[in-house]
Protein backbone atom coordinates (compact mmCIF):
# COMPACT_ATOMS: atom_id res chain seq x y z
CA UNK A 1 0.00 0.00 0.00
CA UNK A 2 1.64 3.22 -0.45
CA UNK A 3 2.47 5.71 1.79
CA UNK A 4 -1.13 8.19 1.64
CA UNK A 5 -2.95 5.27 2.29
CA UNK A 6 -1.05 4.17 5.06
CA UNK A 7 -1.01 7.41 6.33
CA UNK A 8 -5.25 7.70 6.08
CA UNK A 9 -5.59 4.43 7.70
CA UNK A 10 -3.48 5.51 10.93
CA UNK A 11 -5.96 6.81 13.33
CA UNK A 12 -3.15 8.46 15.63
CA UNK A 13 -1.18 10.46 12.52
CA UNK A 14 -4.83 11.27 10.95
CA UNK A 15 -6.28 13.14 14.43
CA UNK A 16 -2.75 14.28 15.01
CA UNK A 17 -2.86 16.01 11.43
CA UNK A 18 -6.12 17.52 11.58
CA UNK A 19 -5.86 19.01 15.10
CA UNK A 20 -2.47 20.79 14.17
CA UNK A 21 -4.28 22.01 10.70
CA UNK A 22 -7.20 23.70 12.93
CA UNK A 23 -4.65 25.08 15.17
CA UNK A 24 -2.45 26.11 12.30
CA UNK A 25 -5.51 27.83 10.93
CA UNK A 26 -6.61 29.55 14.08
CA UNK A 27 -3.08 31.04 15.12
CA UNK A 28 -2.61 32.72 11.40
CA UNK A 29 -6.16 33.82 11.66
CA UNK A 30 -5.95 35.32 15.00
CA UNK A 31 -6.32 38.82 13.87
CA UNK A 32 -10.08 37.65 12.17
CA UNK A 33 -11.09 35.47 14.42
CA UNK A 34 -10.23 36.80 18.04
CA UNK A 35 -13.14 38.72 19.39
CA UNK A 36 -11.43 40.99 21.76
CA UNK A 37 -7.81 42.62 21.69
CA UNK A 38 -5.73 40.07 23.72
CA UNK A 39 -3.97 43.29 25.21
CA UNK A 40 -6.81 45.47 26.07
CA UNK A 41 -7.38 45.85 29.62
CA UNK A 42 -10.99 46.35 30.66
CA UNK A 43 -11.21 46.50 34.61
CA UNK A 44 -15.01 46.72 34.88
CA UNK A 45 -15.18 43.04 33.33
CA UNK A 46 -12.21 41.11 35.53
CA UNK A 47 -12.15 37.50 36.98
CA UNK A 48 -15.69 37.14 34.70
CA UNK A 49 -16.21 33.27 34.01
CA UNK A 50 -16.99 31.96 30.59
CA UNK A 51 -20.18 33.38 28.69
CA UNK A 52 -21.05 34.22 25.39
CA UNK A 53 -19.50 37.30 25.07
CA UNK A 54 -16.05 36.26 26.68
CA UNK A 55 -15.77 32.27 25.23
CA UNK A 56 -13.33 31.45 27.75
CA UNK A 57 -13.80 33.87 30.59
CA UNK A 58 -11.52 36.99 31.51
CA UNK A 59 -8.52 37.45 33.60
CA UNK A 60 -7.64 39.51 36.72
CA UNK A 61 -7.12 42.50 33.93
CA UNK A 62 -10.48 41.86 32.07
CA UNK A 63 -8.31 40.74 29.15
CA UNK A 64 -10.42 38.30 26.95
CA UNK A 65 -9.08 34.75 27.63
CA UNK A 66 -10.42 33.31 24.37
CA UNK A 67 -8.45 35.90 22.33
CA UNK A 68 -5.15 35.62 24.61
CA UNK A 69 -5.03 31.75 24.21
CA UNK A 70 -5.68 32.16 19.93
CA UNK A 71 -2.54 35.08 19.97
CA UNK A 72 -0.56 32.64 22.52
CA UNK A 73 -0.58 29.59 19.92
CA UNK A 74 1.31 32.20 17.40
CA UNK A 75 3.89 32.02 19.88
CA UNK A 76 4.17 28.28 21.02
CA UNK A 77 3.80 26.98 16.85
CA UNK A 78 6.43 29.84 16.28
CA UNK A 79 8.87 28.69 18.73
CA UNK A 80 8.21 24.54 18.07
CA UNK A 81 8.71 25.33 14.43
CA UNK A 82 12.05 27.85 14.74
CA UNK A 83 13.49 25.92 17.46
CA UNK A 84 13.15 23.17 15.88
CA UNK A 85 14.49 24.16 12.33
CA UNK A 86 17.51 25.09 14.40
CA UNK A 87 17.37 21.77 16.51
CA UNK A 88 17.16 19.67 13.03
CA UNK A 89 19.80 22.14 11.56
CA UNK A 90 22.56 21.49 14.24
CA UNK A 91 21.56 17.55 14.60
CA UNK A 92 21.45 16.73 10.81
CA UNK A 93 24.82 18.63 10.33
CA UNK A 94 26.79 16.98 13.40
CA UNK A 95 25.39 13.77 13.16
CA UNK A 96 26.48 13.21 9.29
CA UNK A 97 29.77 14.68 10.15
CA UNK A 98 30.29 11.91 13.27
CA UNK A 99 28.77 9.34 11.14
CA UNK A 100 31.00 9.98 7.94
CA UNK A 101 33.89 10.89 9.04
CA UNK A 102 34.18 8.22 11.69
CA UNK A 103 37.63 7.80 13.56
CA UNK A 104 38.65 10.50 16.27
CA UNK A 105 36.28 13.18 14.91
CA UNK A 106 33.41 10.69 16.01
CA UNK A 107 34.52 9.66 18.98
CA UNK A 108 34.97 13.20 20.31
CA UNK A 109 31.60 14.31 18.86
CA UNK A 110 30.08 11.31 20.65
CA UNK A 111 31.59 11.54 23.69
CA UNK A 112 30.70 15.77 23.74
CA UNK A 113 26.88 14.41 23.49
CA UNK A 114 27.14 11.93 26.13
CA UNK A 115 28.63 14.77 28.40
CA UNK A 116 25.48 17.16 27.12
CA UNK A 117 22.97 14.60 27.84
CA UNK A 118 24.42 14.34 31.28
CA UNK A 119 22.62 17.50 31.99
CA UNK A 120 18.62 17.45 32.55
CA UNK A 121 18.05 20.19 29.74
CA UNK A 122 15.53 22.07 31.84
CA UNK A 123 18.46 23.12 34.17
CA UNK A 124 20.93 23.89 31.18
CA UNK A 125 17.87 25.74 29.43
CA UNK A 126 17.74 27.49 32.67
CA UNK A 127 20.94 28.55 33.26
CA UNK A 128 21.44 29.86 29.69
CA UNK A 129 18.20 31.97 30.02
CA UNK A 130 19.73 33.28 33.34
CA UNK A 131 22.48 35.22 31.11
CA UNK A 132 20.18 36.28 28.34
CA UNK A 133 17.46 38.67 28.18
CA UNK A 134 14.22 36.24 28.23
CA UNK A 135 12.79 36.93 24.92
CA UNK A 136 11.05 34.83 22.51
CA UNK A 137 13.91 34.93 20.37
CA UNK A 138 16.26 33.62 23.16
CA UNK A 139 14.21 30.98 23.89
CA UNK A 140 13.93 29.59 20.61
CA UNK A 141 17.25 29.83 19.92
CA UNK A 142 18.20 28.22 23.69
CA UNK A 143 15.75 25.03 22.79
CA UNK A 144 17.08 24.86 19.65
CA UNK A 145 20.60 24.29 20.74
CA UNK A 146 20.22 21.87 23.84
CA UNK A 147 17.86 19.65 21.75
CA UNK A 148 19.83 18.34 19.09
CA UNK A 149 21.97 15.90 20.69
CA UNK A 150 19.28 12.85 20.22
CA UNK A 151 18.77 13.46 16.70
CA UNK A 152 22.72 13.73 16.03
CA UNK A 153 23.31 10.14 17.68
CA UNK A 154 20.03 9.50 15.36
CA UNK A 155 21.79 10.31 12.42
CA UNK A 156 25.11 9.81 12.90
CA UNK A 157 23.68 5.63 13.56
CA UNK A 158 22.14 5.57 9.87
CA UNK A 159 25.13 6.95 8.49
CA UNK A 160 27.81 4.49 9.71
CA UNK A 161 25.53 1.71 8.34
CA UNK A 162 24.51 4.07 5.19
CA UNK A 163 28.58 4.88 4.24
CA UNK A 164 29.30 1.01 3.95
CA UNK A 165 26.90 0.23 1.73
CA UNK A 166 28.11 -0.68 -2.17
CA UNK A 167 25.87 3.05 -3.47
CA UNK A 168 28.79 5.04 -1.76
CA UNK A 169 31.47 3.27 -2.94
CA UNK A 170 30.06 2.95 -6.70
CA UNK A 171 29.49 6.73 -6.01
CA UNK A 172 32.52 7.18 -5.10
CA UNK A 173 34.00 5.65 -8.14
CA UNK A 174 32.32 7.76 -10.21
CA UNK A 175 34.15 10.71 -8.90
CA UNK A 176 31.64 12.56 -6.52
CA UNK A 177 33.09 13.98 -3.60
CA UNK A 178 32.38 13.50 -0.25
CA UNK A 179 30.40 16.67 0.03
CA UNK A 180 28.19 15.29 -2.46
CA UNK A 181 27.89 11.62 -1.38
CA UNK A 182 26.75 12.76 1.61
CA UNK A 183 24.21 14.94 0.37
CA UNK A 184 22.60 13.58 -2.50
CA UNK A 185 23.30 9.48 -1.76
CA UNK A 186 22.84 9.50 1.94
CA UNK A 187 20.89 12.69 3.20
CA UNK A 188 17.58 11.19 1.29
CA UNK A 189 17.48 7.83 3.17
CA UNK A 190 17.32 10.10 6.73
CA UNK A 191 14.30 11.74 5.29
CA UNK A 192 11.99 9.46 7.68
CA UNK A 193 13.71 9.72 10.55
CA UNK A 194 14.39 13.14 10.71
CA UNK A 195 11.00 14.18 9.81
CA UNK A 196 9.24 11.90 12.55
CA UNK A 197 11.87 13.62 15.11
CA UNK A 198 11.19 17.00 13.86
CA UNK A 199 7.35 16.56 14.54
CA UNK A 200 8.00 14.95 17.69
CA UNK A 201 10.76 17.54 18.55
CA UNK A 202 8.39 20.56 18.32
CA UNK A 203 5.66 19.05 20.83
CA UNK A 204 8.82 18.97 23.57
CA UNK A 205 9.66 22.20 22.17
CA UNK A 206 6.16 23.93 22.78
CA UNK A 207 6.46 21.69 26.19
CA UNK A 208 9.52 23.78 27.47
CA UNK A 209 8.61 27.10 26.02
CA UNK A 210 5.49 27.00 27.97
CA UNK A 211 7.22 25.68 31.05
CA UNK A 212 10.10 28.87 30.86
CA UNK A 213 6.81 31.41 30.19
CA UNK A 214 5.12 29.36 33.21
CA UNK A 215 8.59 30.74 35.06
CA UNK A 216 8.50 33.98 34.11
CA UNK A 217 11.74 33.00 31.93
CA UNK A 218 10.52 32.87 27.98
CA UNK A 219 7.49 35.35 26.65
CA UNK A 220 7.49 38.37 28.82
CA UNK A 221 3.71 39.96 29.78
CA UNK A 222 1.98 41.35 28.10
CA UNK A 223 2.35 39.41 24.86
CA UNK A 224 0.45 36.60 25.56
CA UNK A 225 1.63 32.97 25.78
CA UNK A 226 0.10 29.70 27.26
CA UNK A 227 2.55 29.60 29.49
CA UNK A 228 2.28 32.93 31.15
CA UNK A 229 -1.64 32.79 31.11
CA UNK A 230 -1.09 29.55 33.19
CA UNK A 231 1.21 31.52 35.50
CA UNK A 232 -1.78 34.03 36.18
CA UNK A 233 -4.13 31.02 36.55
CA UNK A 234 -2.00 29.66 39.46
CA UNK A 235 -2.83 32.88 41.79
CA UNK A 236 -6.59 32.84 40.86
CA UNK A 237 -7.00 29.21 40.71
CA UNK A 238 -9.75 28.80 43.60
CA UNK A 239 -12.20 31.71 42.46
CA UNK A 240 -11.03 31.70 38.38
CA UNK A 241 -10.82 28.01 37.42
CA UNK A 242 -10.90 28.76 33.52
CA UNK A 243 -7.77 30.58 33.70
CA UNK A 244 -6.04 27.73 34.21
CA UNK A 245 -7.73 24.70 32.56
CA UNK A 246 -7.75 26.40 28.95
CA UNK A 247 -4.28 27.70 28.22
CA UNK A 248 -3.41 23.70 30.04
CA UNK A 249 -6.12 22.21 27.62
CA UNK A 250 -4.21 23.99 24.75
CA UNK A 251 -0.94 22.95 25.92
CA UNK A 252 -2.11 19.75 26.30
CA UNK A 253 -3.89 18.68 23.12
CA UNK A 254 -1.17 20.64 20.75
CA UNK A 255 1.74 18.60 22.58
CA UNK A 256 -0.66 15.43 22.38
CA UNK A 257 -1.47 16.49 18.84
CA UNK A 258 2.08 16.69 17.40
CA UNK A 259 3.05 12.99 19.22
CA UNK A 260 0.42 11.39 17.82
CA UNK A 261 1.48 12.65 14.47
CA UNK A 262 5.44 12.30 15.03
CA UNK A 263 4.69 8.44 16.40
CA UNK A 264 1.97 8.08 13.43
CA UNK A 265 4.50 9.03 10.86
CA UNK A 266 7.31 6.35 12.95
CA UNK A 267 4.81 3.93 11.79
CA UNK A 268 3.80 4.79 8.47
CA UNK A 269 7.71 5.31 7.06
CA UNK A 270 8.91 2.52 8.90
CA UNK A 271 9.00 -0.44 6.14
CA UNK A 272 9.46 -3.00 9.44
CA UNK A 273 5.71 -1.43 10.96
CA UNK A 274 4.18 -2.87 7.84
CA UNK A 275 1.47 -5.38 7.56
CA UNK B 1 48.30 -1.24 -28.58
CA UNK B 2 49.62 1.06 -25.95
CA UNK B 3 49.64 0.70 -22.33
CA UNK B 4 46.83 2.67 -20.80
CA UNK B 5 47.13 1.05 -17.03
CA UNK B 6 50.48 0.20 -15.95
CA UNK B 7 51.27 -1.43 -12.56
CA UNK B 8 54.46 -1.81 -11.46
CA UNK B 9 55.61 -3.81 -8.27
CA UNK B 10 52.25 -2.91 -6.76
CA UNK B 11 52.00 -3.90 -3.25
CA UNK B 12 48.58 -3.48 -1.36
CA UNK B 13 48.39 -4.34 2.57
CA UNK B 14 45.39 -4.74 4.95
CA UNK B 15 46.55 -3.88 8.59
CA UNK B 16 45.24 -5.85 11.40
CA UNK B 17 46.06 -6.15 15.11
CA UNK B 18 47.01 -9.72 14.53
CA UNK B 19 49.31 -9.18 11.67
CA UNK B 20 49.47 -6.97 7.97
CA UNK B 21 47.29 -9.07 5.40
CA UNK B 22 49.41 -9.17 2.73
CA UNK B 23 46.62 -9.09 -0.01
CA UNK B 24 48.38 -8.02 -3.30
CA UNK B 25 52.38 -8.32 -3.42
CA UNK B 26 54.62 -6.62 -5.41
CA UNK B 27 51.93 -6.79 -8.57
CA UNK B 28 53.25 -6.10 -11.64
CA UNK B 29 50.16 -5.82 -15.06
CA UNK B 30 49.53 -3.76 -18.13
CA UNK B 31 46.25 -3.64 -19.38
CA UNK B 32 46.44 -1.68 -23.31
CA UNK B 33 43.52 0.20 -24.76
CA UNK B 34 40.75 -2.03 -26.52
CA UNK B 35 41.85 -4.97 -24.49
CA UNK B 36 40.27 -7.32 -22.47
CA UNK B 37 42.51 -8.52 -19.45
CA UNK B 38 40.98 -11.48 -17.20
CA UNK B 39 42.23 -11.69 -13.82
CA UNK B 40 41.53 -15.06 -12.71
CA UNK B 41 42.23 -16.54 -9.12
CA UNK B 42 40.16 -18.21 -6.29
CA UNK B 43 38.40 -16.69 -3.72
CA UNK B 44 40.88 -14.85 -0.90
CA UNK B 45 43.95 -14.48 -3.83
CA UNK B 46 43.90 -10.55 -3.70
CA UNK B 47 42.12 -10.11 -7.01
CA UNK B 48 39.20 -7.82 -5.83
CA UNK B 49 41.44 -6.28 -3.90
CA UNK B 50 43.95 -5.50 -6.50
CA UNK B 51 41.13 -4.26 -8.63
CA UNK B 52 39.78 -1.92 -5.99
CA UNK B 53 43.02 -0.58 -5.35
CA UNK B 54 43.72 1.11 -9.10
CA UNK B 55 40.82 3.48 -8.77
CA UNK B 56 41.89 4.04 -4.85
CA UNK B 57 38.63 2.71 -3.90
CA UNK B 58 40.11 0.89 -0.99
CA UNK B 59 38.67 1.91 2.42
CA UNK B 60 42.14 3.09 4.18
CA UNK B 61 42.42 2.46 6.80
CA UNK B 62 42.83 -1.09 7.04
CA UNK B 63 43.79 -0.68 3.79
CA UNK B 64 47.30 0.39 2.76
CA UNK B 65 49.53 0.74 0.01
CA UNK B 66 52.90 -1.01 0.93
CA UNK B 67 54.74 0.64 -2.70
CA UNK B 68 54.94 -0.10 -6.05
CA UNK B 69 52.86 2.18 -8.68
CA UNK B 70 49.70 2.26 -10.70
CA UNK B 71 50.23 4.56 -13.99
CA UNK B 72 47.26 5.41 -15.94
CA UNK B 73 47.83 7.24 -19.14
CA UNK B 74 50.87 8.07 -17.35
CA UNK B 75 50.25 9.58 -14.60
CA UNK B 76 50.91 7.68 -10.85
CA UNK B 77 47.26 7.13 -9.06
CA UNK B 78 48.94 6.55 -5.66
CA UNK B 79 50.92 10.09 -5.60
CA UNK B 80 47.92 11.96 -6.64
CA UNK B 81 45.74 14.49 -4.65
CA UNK B 82 42.27 13.07 -3.63
CA UNK B 83 40.66 15.89 -5.98
CA UNK B 84 42.95 14.48 -8.92
CA UNK B 85 42.30 11.53 -8.18
CA UNK B 86 38.61 12.12 -8.16
CA UNK B 87 38.57 14.03 -11.41
CA UNK B 88 39.71 10.67 -12.58
CA UNK B 89 37.47 8.42 -11.26
CA UNK B 90 34.11 7.88 -13.64
CA UNK B 91 35.92 10.18 -16.17
CA UNK B 92 39.06 8.35 -16.60
CA UNK B 93 37.91 4.76 -14.69
CA UNK B 94 34.82 3.28 -14.59
CA UNK B 95 33.89 0.78 -12.15
CA UNK B 96 31.19 -2.34 -12.44
CA UNK B 97 30.07 -3.61 -9.06
CA UNK B 98 29.88 -7.33 -8.57
CA UNK B 99 26.02 -7.04 -6.83
CA UNK B 100 23.76 -4.99 -9.04
CA UNK B 101 21.02 -4.67 -6.40
CA UNK B 102 23.59 -3.00 -3.74
CA UNK B 103 25.75 -0.67 -6.16
CA UNK B 104 22.31 1.71 -7.01
CA UNK B 105 21.08 3.81 -4.61
CA UNK B 106 17.48 2.62 -3.68
CA UNK B 107 16.25 6.36 -3.14
CA UNK B 108 16.93 7.66 -6.37
CA UNK B 109 15.89 6.77 -9.96
CA UNK B 110 18.42 5.77 -12.68
CA UNK B 111 18.32 9.18 -14.79
CA UNK B 112 18.86 10.90 -10.91
CA UNK B 113 22.32 8.67 -10.27
CA UNK B 114 23.26 9.29 -14.00
CA UNK B 115 23.01 13.27 -13.90
CA UNK B 116 24.67 13.49 -10.91
CA UNK B 117 27.49 11.42 -12.39
CA UNK B 118 27.46 14.37 -15.32
CA UNK B 119 27.14 16.76 -12.38
CA UNK B 120 29.86 15.65 -9.92
CA UNK B 121 31.91 16.60 -13.18
CA UNK B 122 30.96 19.89 -14.23
CA UNK B 123 29.79 18.56 -17.49
CA UNK B 124 26.54 18.84 -19.06
CA UNK B 125 23.79 16.67 -19.45
CA UNK B 126 21.77 17.70 -22.61
CA UNK B 127 18.39 16.26 -22.54
CA UNK B 128 18.26 12.86 -23.92
CA UNK B 129 21.93 11.98 -22.66
CA UNK B 130 20.94 9.40 -19.95
CA UNK B 131 18.33 7.54 -22.33
CA UNK B 132 20.98 7.41 -25.04
CA UNK B 133 23.38 5.71 -22.28
CA UNK B 134 20.55 3.13 -21.23
CA UNK B 135 19.79 2.31 -25.38
CA UNK B 136 24.02 1.63 -25.53
CA UNK B 137 23.86 -0.39 -22.73
CA UNK B 138 20.79 -3.06 -24.28
CA UNK B 139 18.01 -1.95 -22.26
CA UNK B 140 14.27 -1.22 -23.51
CA UNK B 141 12.49 1.10 -22.80
CA UNK B 142 15.03 3.61 -22.06
CA UNK B 143 12.87 6.75 -20.95
CA UNK B 144 10.44 4.68 -18.21
CA UNK B 145 14.00 3.27 -17.01
CA UNK B 146 15.63 6.50 -16.31
CA UNK B 147 12.21 7.49 -14.37
CA UNK B 148 12.26 4.24 -12.40
CA UNK B 149 13.61 3.15 -9.40
CA UNK B 150 16.47 0.55 -8.84
CA UNK B 151 13.71 -1.95 -7.23
CA UNK B 152 11.82 -1.90 -10.22
CA UNK B 153 14.39 -3.12 -12.44
CA UNK B 154 15.43 -6.80 -12.74
CA UNK B 155 18.60 -7.98 -11.87
CA UNK B 156 20.25 -8.27 -15.42
CA UNK B 157 18.25 -4.46 -16.13
CA UNK B 158 20.16 -3.24 -12.85
CA UNK B 159 23.69 -4.56 -13.91
CA UNK B 160 23.25 -2.76 -17.50
CA UNK B 161 22.38 0.13 -15.46
CA UNK B 162 25.37 0.00 -13.47
CA UNK B 163 27.59 -0.81 -16.62
CA UNK B 164 25.75 2.72 -17.83
CA UNK B 165 26.78 4.50 -15.14
CA UNK B 166 30.87 2.88 -15.28
CA UNK B 167 30.44 4.35 -19.09
CA UNK B 168 28.40 7.76 -18.48
CA UNK B 169 31.69 9.81 -18.63
CA UNK B 170 33.39 7.82 -21.35
CA UNK B 171 36.22 6.49 -19.52
CA UNK B 172 39.30 4.59 -21.40
CA UNK B 173 39.15 2.16 -18.84
CA UNK B 174 36.45 -0.47 -17.32
CA UNK B 175 37.36 -2.36 -13.99
CA UNK B 176 34.27 -4.71 -14.12
CA UNK B 177 34.94 -6.97 -10.44
CA UNK B 178 32.94 -10.25 -11.09
CA UNK B 179 30.30 -8.38 -13.07
CA UNK B 180 27.94 -11.46 -13.66
CA UNK B 181 28.59 -13.55 -10.03
CA UNK B 182 25.43 -12.25 -8.64
CA UNK B 183 23.30 -12.91 -11.90
CA UNK B 184 21.96 -15.79 -13.09
CA UNK B 185 23.43 -17.77 -15.76
CA UNK B 186 21.56 -17.27 -18.51
CA UNK B 187 22.03 -13.49 -18.09
CA UNK B 188 25.81 -13.99 -17.77
CA UNK B 189 26.55 -14.25 -21.29
CA UNK B 190 24.48 -10.85 -22.22
CA UNK B 191 26.43 -8.94 -19.71
CA UNK B 192 29.78 -10.11 -20.74
CA UNK B 193 28.46 -9.24 -24.74
CA UNK B 194 27.89 -6.13 -23.50
CA UNK B 195 31.10 -5.28 -22.04
CA UNK B 196 32.57 -7.08 -25.51
CA UNK B 197 30.36 -4.43 -27.87
CA UNK B 198 31.17 -1.25 -25.47
CA UNK B 199 34.96 -2.20 -25.20
CA UNK B 200 35.00 -2.55 -29.39
CA UNK B 201 32.97 0.64 -29.77
CA UNK B 202 34.51 2.77 -27.28
CA UNK B 203 38.55 1.22 -27.65
CA UNK B 204 38.03 0.84 -23.64
CA UNK B 205 40.98 -1.51 -21.55
CA UNK B 206 38.76 -3.92 -19.70
CA UNK B 207 39.83 -5.49 -16.77
CA UNK B 208 37.70 -8.42 -16.07
CA UNK B 209 37.74 -10.20 -12.63
CA UNK B 210 36.68 -13.54 -11.89
CA UNK B 211 37.29 -16.23 -10.32
CA UNK B 212 35.83 -18.52 -13.45
CA UNK B 213 38.91 -19.09 -15.59
CA UNK B 214 36.14 -20.60 -18.26
CA UNK B 215 34.57 -17.64 -18.44
CA UNK B 216 37.71 -15.81 -18.80
CA UNK B 217 39.27 -17.54 -20.71
CA UNK B 218 36.00 -17.25 -23.54
CA UNK B 219 36.02 -13.87 -23.12
CA UNK B 220 39.51 -12.32 -22.36
CA UNK B 221 42.17 -11.00 -25.10
CA UNK B 222 44.81 -11.69 -22.33
CA UNK B 223 44.55 -14.16 -18.89
CA UNK B 224 46.65 -13.09 -15.75
CA UNK B 225 46.50 -15.83 -13.24
CA UNK B 226 46.81 -14.61 -9.30
CA UNK B 227 47.72 -17.02 -6.55
CA UNK B 228 48.33 -15.96 -2.73
CA UNK B 229 48.46 -11.81 -3.54
CA UNK B 230 50.93 -12.73 -6.61
CA UNK B 231 50.37 -12.97 -10.33
CA UNK B 232 51.68 -16.21 -11.31
CA UNK B 233 51.19 -16.24 -15.35
CA UNK B 234 50.17 -13.89 -17.87
CA UNK B 235 49.76 -14.70 -21.50
CA UNK B 236 47.62 -14.38 -24.69
CA UNK B 237 44.19 -16.38 -23.43
CA UNK B 238 43.96 -18.90 -25.84
CA UNK B 239 47.60 -19.63 -25.48
CA UNK B 240 47.17 -20.45 -21.25
CA UNK B 241 44.25 -22.15 -22.46
CA UNK B 242 46.03 -24.34 -24.48
CA UNK B 243 48.86 -24.95 -23.37
CA UNK B 244 49.51 -23.39 -19.24
CA UNK B 245 53.19 -22.80 -18.01
CA UNK B 246 52.43 -22.80 -14.04
CA UNK B 247 51.01 -25.53 -12.41
CA UNK B 248 48.77 -23.67 -10.67
CA UNK B 249 47.02 -22.25 -13.85
CA UNK B 250 47.02 -25.70 -15.41
CA UNK B 251 45.54 -27.30 -11.43
CA UNK B 252 42.57 -24.66 -12.07
CA UNK B 253 42.33 -25.36 -16.11
CA UNK B 254 41.82 -29.11 -14.99
CA UNK B 255 39.53 -28.64 -12.57
CA UNK B 256 36.77 -26.99 -15.16
CA UNK B 257 33.90 -29.20 -15.72
CA UNK B 258 34.12 -30.71 -19.27
CA UNK B 259 31.59 -32.26 -21.47
CA UNK B 260 33.61 -34.73 -23.35
CA UNK B 261 35.44 -35.84 -20.30
CA UNK B 262 32.23 -38.02 -18.95
CA UNK B 263 31.31 -39.04 -15.39
CA UNK B 264 33.82 -39.22 -12.94
CA UNK B 265 34.81 -36.64 -9.80
CA UNK B 266 36.47 -33.44 -10.95
CA UNK B 267 40.27 -33.25 -10.48
CA UNK B 268 41.18 -30.90 -7.16
CA UNK B 269 43.98 -29.30 -5.83
CA UNK B 270 45.47 -30.88 -2.80
CA UNK B 271 45.84 -28.16 0.12
CA UNK B 272 44.87 -24.52 1.25
CA UNK B 273 45.97 -21.36 0.20
CA UNK B 274 48.99 -20.11 2.64
CA UNK B 275 48.32 -17.36 5.17
CA UNK B 276 48.32 -14.09 3.72
CA UNK B 277 49.55 -13.16 7.32
CA UNK B 278 52.87 -14.65 6.71
CA UNK B 279 53.20 -15.78 3.26
CA UNK B 280 55.94 -18.71 2.94
CA UNK B 281 59.40 -17.88 1.75
CA UNK B 282 59.54 -18.78 -2.05
CA UNK B 283 57.45 -20.05 -4.43
CA UNK B 284 53.86 -19.79 -2.33
CA UNK B 285 52.33 -22.20 -4.06
CA UNK B 286 55.18 -24.67 -3.13
CA UNK B 287 53.52 -26.64 -1.10
CA UNK B 288 50.62 -27.58 -2.84
CA UNK B 289 52.59 -28.12 -6.02
CA UNK B 290 53.44 -31.46 -8.08
CA UNK B 291 56.28 -30.24 -9.70
CA UNK B 292 58.34 -28.11 -6.38
CA UNK B 293 61.62 -28.79 -6.42
CA UNK B 294 64.69 -27.93 -4.11
CA UNK B 295 65.08 -24.07 -5.98
CA UNK B 296 61.50 -23.23 -5.13
CA UNK B 297 62.61 -21.99 -1.97
CA UNK B 298 63.42 -18.55 -3.42
CA UNK B 299 60.73 -16.61 -4.96
CA UNK B 300 60.33 -17.37 -8.55
CA UNK B 301 60.20 -14.06 -10.28
CA UNK B 302 57.67 -13.87 -13.35
CA UNK B 303 60.00 -14.45 -15.94
CA UNK B 304 58.95 -13.72 -19.85
CA UNK B 305 58.47 -16.31 -22.57
CA UNK B 306 57.66 -16.42 -26.11
CA UNK B 307 54.68 -15.01 -27.82
CA UNK B 308 54.32 -12.06 -24.91
CA UNK B 309 53.52 -14.93 -22.20
CA UNK B 310 55.56 -15.10 -18.79
CA UNK B 311 55.09 -17.05 -15.81
CA UNK B 312 56.72 -17.17 -12.41
CA UNK B 313 58.07 -20.99 -11.82
CA UNK B 314 61.21 -22.24 -11.55
CA UNK B 315 60.28 -25.90 -12.86
CA UNK B 316 56.56 -24.91 -15.15
Known amino acids: MNLFGRFRRNRGALTGATLILLLFI ?3 AAKIMAPHDPLRQEVTSRLQSPSVDHLLGTDDLGRDVFSRILFGARVSLEVGVVAVGLMVLIGVAVGLTAGYLGGWVDTAIMRLIDALLCFPTIFLILMVIAFVEPDIKNVMAVIGLTSWMGLARLVRGEVLS ?8 SARGLGLSHARVLLVHILPHLASPILVSA ?6 AILTESALSFLGLGVQPPQPSWGNILTLGKDYMHIA ?8 LAILFTVMSFNLLGEGLRDVLDPRTQE | MSDLLTIRSLSVHYRRRDGDVKAVRSVSLDVRAGETLGLAGESGCGKSTLAMAIPRLLPQPPAEYAGGKIVFEGRDLISLSSEELRQIRGAGIGVVFQDPFSALNPVLTVGEQIKEAFSAHVRPCPPGTVEDLLSRVRLPDAVRIARGYPHQLSGGQRQRAV ?3 AIALGPRLLIADEPTTALDVTLQGGILDLLDGLKKEMGLGVLLVSHNIGLLSERADRLAVMYAGEIVEVGPAGQVLAGAFHPYTRGLLASLPRLSAG ?3 LPTLAGQPPDLRNPP ?8 CPRAIPACGVSPSLGAKEGGRSVACHNP
Open chain 1, 26 to 28: AAS
Open chain 1, 199 to 204: TLGVGS
Open chain 2, 281 to 288: EGCAFRAR
Open chain 1, 241 to 248: WWLSLFPG
Open chain 2, 163 to 165: IAL
Open chain 1, 162 to 169: LRERDFVL
Open chain 2, 263 to 265: RGK
